[in-house]
């Protein structure tokens, strides 16, 4: 090619665009707008599966991590109403729409991803039962614009349920029975490229997910387990200002899944409803609570924040800080 040719641009002569935008500042023009960097800036947008015709299919319960006596429409039901709830606050809901009858367990969409002021992670589940689920999740994202950062690979295995928000710098990182050390590694590492602060904790034999243990509603305010908690994710958050209460109905957290709850914005909460006490105990503490029923929806052993797969926080893309925002650098 010679020099002035009508080609030059396409070797970096006159009209060449260099491509300088960070994906931050992408995201919404170029993708999909998504992207979180706390628990507590005001929800956007969720990701959800209403259960279907793959819960008639079930045969035995416990084979599929499940409880007996599941009756398919009251679950529909219940997960219509709590898609309502988000709806009216004003929270855009998306629906996974596999184009095949998925596993049981694809209801529990906080497992399989985990989002970044990026774009997501993609979980890899831990049990055989639900492996592949994470497949339908992608092509989701795909449809949605949102950027897939990485596919947790290998042997690892990741669930998004173990992964939290402290700020906009800092993420609590769980292995235990579901996401494993080479999975937490590859997690890490990504997290890691785009400068955020990996606190690895380990859980208690018995704990299903960091999610079970603890949930921010404020960003200076959690609630957690006592005795299931690890140590290090609350000492984490007190050295960054939170105060950690502790919740005392053990029947409430054990039967009642009080903790499982999704914050919709600083203090306000939907929580399960049929926790009085654990109600009581976060409204005395300033948090405004929306109930939901979801009784025959946990006897798939989850609940609300199980089910919800966080998409976008207000200034998510960005990061929000106490009061203020964040650049790219």
């Known amino acids: 090619m010679t020099a002035g040719s009508r080609l030059d641009v396409a070797y970096g002569g006159n009209g060449w665009s260099p491509r300088v935008a960070s994906m931050r500042d992408e995201l919404g023009r170029l993708w999909g707008e998504c992207g979180l960097s706390n628990e507590w800036s005001p929800l956007e947008s969720v ?104 596919s947790v690979r290998g042997t690892g295995t990741f669930e998004g ?79 960054r200002g939170y105060t950690v209460t502790f919740i005392e109905d053990l029947d409430e957290l054990s039967r009642g899944f009080c903790l499982n709850f999704v914050t919709l914005g600083s203090k306000k909460i939907v929580m399960p409803k049929g926790n009085p006490a654990t109600q009581a105990l976060y409204e005395a503490a300033g948090v405004s609570c929306i109930t939901v029923d979801v009784d025959e929806l946990q006897k798939a052993c989850g609940s609300i924040a199980c089910l919800t797969g966080v998409l976008k926080r207000e200034g998510g893309e960005w990061g929000m800080g106490n009061g203020g925002e964040w650049g790219d650098g």
Request: proline letters at 8%; glycine letters at 8%; aromatic letters at 4%.
């Open 47 to 150: 990701l959800l599966h209403r259960p279907g015709p793959e819960m008639e299919a079930i045969r035995d319960p416990h084979l599929v991590q499940m409880s007996d006596g599941l009756n398919p429409e009251k679950m529909r039901a219940q997960h219509d109403a709590l898609s309502r709830v988000y709806r009216e606050a004003g929270i855009a809901v998306h629906a996974v729409d596999p184009e095949v009858t998925p596993p049981p367990n694809l209801l529990f969409v906080a497992d399989l991803l985990f989002l970044t002021p990026e774009g997501a992670i993609l979980g890899r589940p831990a049990s055989t039962v639900r492996a592949g689920e994470e497949r339908f999740v992608a092509r989701r994202l795909g449809e949605l614009g949102i950027p897939i950062l990485r």
């Open 161 to 239: 349920a173990d992964a939290m928000w402290v700020d906009e710098r800092t993420v609590l990182l769980a292995t235990g029975i579901r996401t494993n050390s080479e999975g937490a590694d590859q997690v890490s590492r990504q997290l890691a490229e785009m400068g955020i602060d990996v606190v690895r904790l380990g859980l208690p034999y018995g704990a299903m997910h960091l999610m079970g243990t603890i949930r921010v509603v404020d960003h200076d305010l959690a609630f957690a387990w006592p005795g299931r908690v690890p140590y290090e994710a609350v000492e984490t958050l007190r050295e």
